[in-house]
């Protein structure tokens, strides 16, 4: 067995309203695509519901509150005019972070050297007190943190290949030298942040904006000549990856130009970095990707990237 797809069915239940890009929808059609590809170097589990003491690691308990509080009993909160909480979006939150500890304690029982998380809501945009940017949890940076108070995990990277900058993850990890945070995107679009001068403490936040139009050569390029020789230097224990799929050419939200190779090619880079300086570890978890086609068959890539 080489991979680990960790899920909970609740994920689904995460209500947005009408015609919002981050929809059941998008799940629904992951899991199909990953379903029908039967691998048998796959195995699917389903996660748990994260104790809350995890979240105060990078969130505060007053944040977490605020979040309870809001949640509506019916009909929809609006946070912004984005991040929209329903009845059950607390419950979906809480197991979308979850699967993605869930699969941190996979990888360290040592049956799995690899996982991937297809969960919602997402979370790269969540900061320590604000959600935004349809994220409420920042599942990534609660699972490092995760991975550092239960296992030997001293150095946690965490690669991300969304279109949009992943503003939380960096403010979670900035001043924090044992977690590094490297992201390609979109320059000029949503969140704003993510300028090449944005580097931490201790240069452990690498930010490579790429302008409208970036295709497949300007991704790997970037991959090959900053974000690689950066995550080599830091030497880190264990890989998470922010696996957005929304630099695909035909995705609503952005104008990148990657087609669904690209993002087996960076994941395949990616697996082969952990196997020689991770022992393999690497766990995935699902951000953006809004054109349901594409982000099925993307994922499915990724997956393929994943298998050893
Ligand atoms: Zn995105």
Redo the contacts with the bound molecule.
């Keep these: 067995m080489s991979t680990a797809i960790v899920t909970h069915k609740d994920c689904i239940l995460h209500d947005t309203g009408m015609n919002h890009p981050e929809s059941k929808e998008r799940l629904i059609a992951i899991n199909k695509t990953l379903k029908e590809f039967k691998s048998k170097k796959i195995e699917w589990f389903e996660g748990e519901k994260i104790e809350p003491k995890y979240f105060f690691t990078v969130h505060s308990k007053n944040y977490f509150k605020d979040i309870k509080n809001k949640s509506p009993k019916k009909d929809l909160f609006r946070i912004d005019a984005d991040t929209i909480l329903s009845k059950y979006s607390l419950e979906a939150a809480l197991k979308a972070t979850g699967s993605v500890c869930k699969a941190v304690d996979i990888i360290f029982e040592g049956k799995f050297k690899n996982a991937f998380c297809p969960i919602r809501p997402p979370g790269h945009h969540a900061e320590p007190e604000r959600a935004m940017g349809f994220c409420f949890f920042n599942n990534v940076a609660v699972a490092a943190n995760y991975a550092k108070l239960n296992y030997k995990v001293k150095k946690c990277a965490v690669i991300d290949f ?3 900058h992943g503003n939380g993850t960096q403010k979670m990890f900035w001043n924090n030298s044992d977690m590094f945070y490297a992201s390609t995107h979109q320059e000029g679009i949503f969140p704003g942040t993510g300028f090449k001068e944005e580097t931490g403490i201790n240069n452990n936040i690498v930010n490579v904006p790429l302008p409208a139009g970036t295709d497949s050569l300007l991704f790997k390029k970037s991959y090959e000549d900053i974000i690689f020789p950066k995550l080599e230097k830091f030497s880190p224990d264990i890989i998470f990856v922010s696996a ?1 799929f ?1 630099a695909h050419i035909s995705d609503p ?1 952005a104008d990148f130009k990657l087609i669904k190779d690209d993002f087996y090619w960076i994941t395949k880079k990616l697996n082969d970095f952990a196997t020689k300086n991770c022992k393999g570890k690497l766990i995935s978890c699902l ?2 990707g809004y054109n349901i086609k594409a982000l099925s068959e993307s994922c499915l890539e990724h997956v393929k990237g994943l298998i050893l």
């Design positions: 969304d279109v949009h957005g929304d939200l951000e953006g």
